[in-house]
């Protein structure tokens, strides 16, 4: 079974970076691995991943802001958010369609205005 440990979530002033890590165990699929955020309140959203070929799919309130990179020597999966916004904040997870595994415990990310 694949499972997900979500690092590096803190606090962050507006304008701030930040760099997730998403380390990945029972698969070395790491380009179907995309990243989602969920807001208290709202429902669970797609921010980004990478394609087969290598392009980069992400939602449009994160485009030119965030990018994801991988490193297959430590099977993890990187979110490099710049640019944040207090919309931002939220529970940040990886996962791979159609989700089968269950979700991971999530980072938290809080940005300040």
């Known amino acids: 079974q694949v499972q997900f440990v979500e690092s590096g979530g803190g606090l962050v002033q507006a304008g701030g970076s930040i760099r997730l890590s998403c380390v990945v165990f029972?698969?070395?699929?790491?380009?179907?691995v995309g990243w989602y955020r969920q807001a208290p309140g709202k429902q669970r959203e797609f921010v980004i991943r990478?394609?087969?070929?290598?392009?980069?799919i992400g939602g449009d309130s994160v485009k030119r802001r965030f990018t994801i990179s991988v490193d297959s020597a430590k099977n993890t999966v990187y979110l490099q958010a710049n640019n944040l916004e207090p919309v931002d904040s939220g529970q940040y997870y990886c996962n791979i369609k159609p989700f089968t595994s269950g979700w991971g415990r999530g980072t938290l990310v809080t940005v300040t205005s």
């Open positions: 990478r394609t087969g070929g290598g392009f980069v």
């Open positions: 029972g698969t070395t699929s790491l380009d179907s």
